[in-house]
């Protein structure tokens, strides 16, 4: 089939092109590469319904000769001419284990199982997913021994960073070293001397196989408590202190993970109050949230509601006997990082194990945890929490206009080029002006003055208009913080929380079965801001391991109702806030 010569128009330059019927989009993109310049990847070649693909066929455009075509598109760099790169490119082949581990978009190292021990890789690798954590770890140094006390052993060289070369007893900075080899490598790391630090600390976890073959399983939930607590005691931050020069000493899980109780205590025996027992009234520290599953339990919300309120039996001085209490707990404090605990394992007595519950209970992507706490921090987080969704709703309705106006404004170039006329639109506004000018004429026959034509905003001054009223709720949105939550750099400010990382159990019991972690993935880092791009939304599922990406809604089959895999510990982080300038923080 013979070529047809057509036109390209591109940045007020016509440019005679041979179209070949026979081949495809993509062989006409590079003949048109060769002479404007324009990468094919940049090209926008308006045609009758879109754009031109490289797939399309070309023979299907019903090209005429001497039709004209429109080609919108710049080179790359600003010009189409090649240029030496500013730093020299190193292919991943090339690189070291650590250099290609920290490329955007690697698979990070998931963790050998040693035998049972995929109740730790999973806690291990979800605790991960907190970048504040990898930070302070980077920078902790274990405190020297004790006066009189033997600093020999290999196991004290962990204070130089060297704790590889045996196993530490101090479990932080087994920690800190374990998280830096792995983000020296995608391959599957034996955490071994982690895990000979953690049965130092914690006999527990080196009990053997009831079988008598290697170790026991153990629960990823006391795995998770005992790695936090002693994160508490040993990972401490230098912070200012008001009214001192001097800095005070904060734990890091009590600043991120530790939230706040108001608590009142109270017999559920009417004697006991009139014979004038009070409730008591108690502050308490949470590291976690407890979400109990009982026969009525369908949503987190449910178990976490029935979580907030205890019965307790102690003795009761008015009565003198043990009675029955109550006790009623709020947030009076809420955390950057919240902890949720599924309450799936209970003793068995008669089977002499943990057995699971398998009822399903279904969990949000987003949490919102404002009803759960008290009326004073209720009136802090309300305000911020409804202005976050009110410019989350002004920002999608402004990204749905502007698609809209993209793709109708897409069609009438394309249609412009190709030379069609939609004869239902342009009758239209013939009959629009007819109407309007019949007004005009009535009006000046009644003796009124004909006024002019109104003058409409243009697409671009509406978008401006939209944009400065959205930066404006971001400006309102931070004015609405209170002053005490601000200084709180690590308590949720909005109430509300977004899930990132899942640790789940499959099987019939905590002693046996099998677990794994889901973690979300991040944004792409920007070398040279620091700060990360958009998500994908896609997560991390982490089988010892094996790594691999899955959907979001994967997330979503976790929800348990049966022995496959199903959410034991939820961590959810508090929603970044929009700032003025627009950026997340």
Not at 368 to 374: L, M, P
């Amino acid at each position: 089939m013979a070529t047809i010569p057509v036109i390209v128009k591109h940045q007020g330059k016509k440019y005679d092109v041979e179209l070949d019927p026979t081949s495809l989009g993509e062989v006409f993109k590079f003949q048109l590469y060769s002479l404007t310049g324009v990468e094919p990847d940049r090209q926008k070649i308006l045609v009758k319904g879109g754009q031109l693909k490289d797939d399309t066929d070309l023979s299907k455009l019903g090209a005429k000769p001497g039709q004209t075509f429109m080609m919108m598109g710049t080179p790359s760099g600003g010009g189409g001419e090649l240029q030496r790169p500013k730093e020299a490119v190193k292919f991943v082949e090339d690189m070291t284990e650590a250099e290609a581990a920290k490329q955007v978009g690697a698979i990070p190292a998931g963790l050998q199982n040693l035998g049972n021990t995929c109740y730790l890789n999973s806690t291990l690798q979800t605790l991960r997913a907190v970048p504040e954590l990898q930070q302070e770890l980077a920078k902790y140094t274990p405190a020297p021994p004790a006066a009189g006390t033997s600093g020999t052993s290999l196991g004290d060289l962990s204070m130089f960073g060297l704790s590889g070369l045996g196993a530490s007893a101090d479990l932080t900075a087994s920690l800190r070293d374990l998280y830096k080899q792995m983000g020296e490598t995608q391959d599957g790391f034996p955490p071994l001397v982690f895990l000979n630090a953690l049965r130092t600390a914690f006999p527990q976890f080196a009990q053997k196989s009831k079988s008598g073959h290697g170790y026991a399983q153990q629960d990823a939930e006391e795995a998770w408590s005992q790695i936090v607590s002693q994160l508490r005691q040993k990972l401490k931050l230098k912070e200012p202190s008001e009214g001192s020069t001097e800095a005070k000493e904060i734990s890091f899980v009590d600043k991120y993970f530790a939230g706040g109780f108001s608590s009142i205590t109270e017999c559920d025996e009417q004697a006991a109050r009139d014979g004038g027992e009070e409730a008591v009234k108690s502050d308490d520290v949470f590291l976690k949230l407890d979400c109990h599953i009982s026969a009525t339990t369908n949503h987190l919300r449910d178990g976490i509601l029935a979580g907030l309120e205890e019965k307790i039996e102690k003795n009761s001085s008015v009565l003198n006997r043990d009675a029955i209490y109550t006790k009623k707990s709020k947030i009076s404090r809420l955390p950057k990082y919240l902890t949720v605990h599924f309450v799936r394992f209970f003793w068995k007595r008669e089977a002499q194990k943990k057995a699971k519950i398998m009822r399903k209970v279904t969990f949000p992507d987003e949490l919102d945890v404002v009803e759960f706490c008290t009326d004073e921090l209720r009136k802090m987080l309300v305000p911020v929490r409804d202005k976050v969704r009110e410019v989350r709703k002004d920002e999608e309705d402004v990204e749905r206009a502007r698609k809209r106006q993209k793709r109708i404004h897409d069609k009438q170039v394309a249609d412009e080029a190709a030379g069609i006329v939609d004869s239902v639109s342009e009758s239209q506004k013939a009959d629009e002006k007819k109407a309007e000018d019949k007004k005009k004429e009535a009006k000046a026959a009644d003796g009124d003055t004909a006024m002019d034509d109104v003058v409409y905003k243009t697409d671009a001054e509406i978008d401006a208009e939209r944009a400065a009223a959205i930066l404006a709720a971001k400006k309102e949105l931070h004015a609405l913080i209170d002053p005490d939550l601000e200084k709180d750099e690590g308590a949720n400010k909005s109430g509300l929380y977004e899930l990132r990382g899942v640790v789940t159990h499959q099987g019939a019991s905590a002693d046996s079965g099998h677990y794994t972690a889901y973690v979300k993935k991040v944004g792409p880092l920007d070398p040279k801001t620091g700060k990360r791009g958009e998500e994908d939304g896609k997560w991390w599922w982490f089988n010892d391991d094996k790594v691999s990406e899955v959907d979001a809604d994967k997330i979503t089959t976790l929800s348990g109702g049966g022995e496959s895999h199903s959410a034991l510990i939820l961590l959810y982080k508090a929603i970044p806030l929009p700032s003025a300038e627009g950026l997340a923080e």
